[in-house]
């Protein structure tokens, strides 16, 4: 088949590496020219694609990124994966959606199976795409992406996907497609129900994380070990599932994609008041973290030289959206502290560069990537640790 994709970020380029490894034509289109020349020379910008993979689907003619919208034309598959971010009130934004629709219309002219895979609530597909488009007999189908970056146990291969169309031959074409790649279909009544099971996923763990979050919290006022406690209770076979408390949630899915649920909930009359409640939780973290930080440093950390380790949302990826460190450093700066960051991968952030960890008077751990330097870590006056991974020293 002839595969375009709309974006070329974490989604994008990682069904277009899935789709050219199965055969198919793949152009990646993406308005970013300087993300379409680097990826055009073979390099990947995302944790899991080697650079060697992509190189290597160029050179047989299989993938080639381009921010010319004529490549849109002709093609039997195209799959939409651009971001869909909340807007400054915490409502969504489907202005990528919308502008990704908007290249459709007006440049595919023959038809072909309209694939939206952007997480986004019930309904995106259905309005906000397919009624936006006329003139051609396009298929459409709903595939939300489940991509966990940087997971090498699940990844687009045998993660079960979901598809949902609005009609059975749109159905029947996106079973042919992503069988070409995944080991396992699942098909559901409609595009509706697969969309809302994407956004129930993450408000599962969001809700969660919130409540392991709390649980934290109470546990340390009344003197005990959270973490040994969820421990104890993992031991359960049965009924329960673990959550780690940590500084907050990151990333582009989990503080994002439950809002989109409330969203649509409060528009039919029926408010989200866990999705809210998570939310006061796990944006309130940092706060937490600040406050057992500053306890712990002797109840002052004016003027003292903090460390924080790890600015991504969560280990090994590089990935800074929405990510907690960001709080948690101006929540330490606002308590005179004389804040840096150390974090390799992701190296330059908010106009900074990642600092070395030695001559830290506090170091704190919000996220802990693979080879970071512990002994260092130690050496510092006080150490408060987010990950629960570090033994001998304070944390949540
Ligand atoms: N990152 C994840 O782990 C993950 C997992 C599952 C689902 N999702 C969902 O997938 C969608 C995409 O997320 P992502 O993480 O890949 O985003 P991303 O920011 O990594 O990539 C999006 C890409 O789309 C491009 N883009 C924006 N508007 C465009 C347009 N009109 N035409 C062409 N390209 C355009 C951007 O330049 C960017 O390269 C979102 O809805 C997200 O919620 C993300």
């Known amino acids: 088949m002839r595969v375009a994709i709309i ?52 050179a047989t003619g299989s993938y080639a990124a381009s921010s010319d919208t004529s490549v849109l034309d002709g ?18 934004d489907l202005s990528f959606v919308h502008a990704a629709t908007e290249l459709i219309a007006t440049q595919a002219k023959s038809p072909a199976l309209v694939i939206n895979e952007s997480t986004s609530y019930p309904g995106t597909l259905r309005n906000e795409i397919a009624a936006r488009i006329s003139g051609v007999d396009h298929l459409y189908a709903s595939s939300p992406e489940r991509v966990d970056p940087g997971n090498t146990d699940w990844g687009t291969k ?54 392991v979050n709390e649980f934290a919290q109470i546990a340390d006022a009344l003197g005990i070990s959270g973490r040994e406690v969820l421990d104890a209770a993992a031991t359960k076979p049965y009924g329960f599932m ?19 649920l409330a969203h649509v909930a409060n528009q039919v009359g029926v408010p989200a008041t866990f999705i809210k409640r998570a939310n006061e939780v796990n944006l309130a973290m940092p706060a937490y973290v600040v406050k057992r930080v500053v306890g712990g440093s002797g109840g002052s950390i004016k003027g003292k030289k903090v460390v924080v380790v790890g600015v991504s949302y969560k280990s090994n990826v590089a990935d ?14 606002e308590q005179g502290a004389t804040v840096t960051w150390h974090d390799d991968l992701v190296g330059i952030w908010r106009g900074e560069s990642s600092s070395t960890i030695a001559g830290a008077d506090v170091a704190v751990i919000v996220t802990k990537h693979d080879g970071v330097d512990l002994t260092a870590i130690k050496a510092c006056g006080y150490v408060f640790d987010c990950t629960g991974t570090v033994a001998g020293v304070d944390g949540i």
């Open 320 to 333: 800074t959206r929405e990510a907690p460190a960001a709080a948690v450093i101006d929540l330490l700066r």
């Open 158 to 211: 045998n993660t079960p996907r979901l598809i949902g169309g609005l009609t059975p031959a749109a159905v029947a074409k996106a079973r042919e497609f992503y069988g070409s790649f995944c080991d396992s279909i699942i098909e559901v009544s409609s595009p509706e129900v697969a969309e809302a099971a994407k956004i129930f996923e993450n408000t599962f763990r969001q809700v969660n994380i919130a409540l």
């Open 75 to 92: 093609c039997d598959v195209i799959v939409i994966a651009v971001p869909t971010p909340l807007d400054e009130a915490r409502n969504p």
């Open 242 to 260: 673990p959550f780690n408390p940590g500084p907050g949630v990151g990333g582009h899915c989990i503080p994002v994609d439950p809002s989109y």
């Open 7 to 58: 974006g070329q970020g974490y989604v994008g380029l990682t069904i277009a590496v899935g789709a050219a490894s199965a055969g198919h034509s793949v152009v990646g289109f993406d308005v970013n020219p300087v993300l379409v020349d680097q990826l055009n020379a073979g390099r990947s910008h995302i944790e899991g694609i080697p650079d060697l993979d992509l190189a290597g689907f160029i």
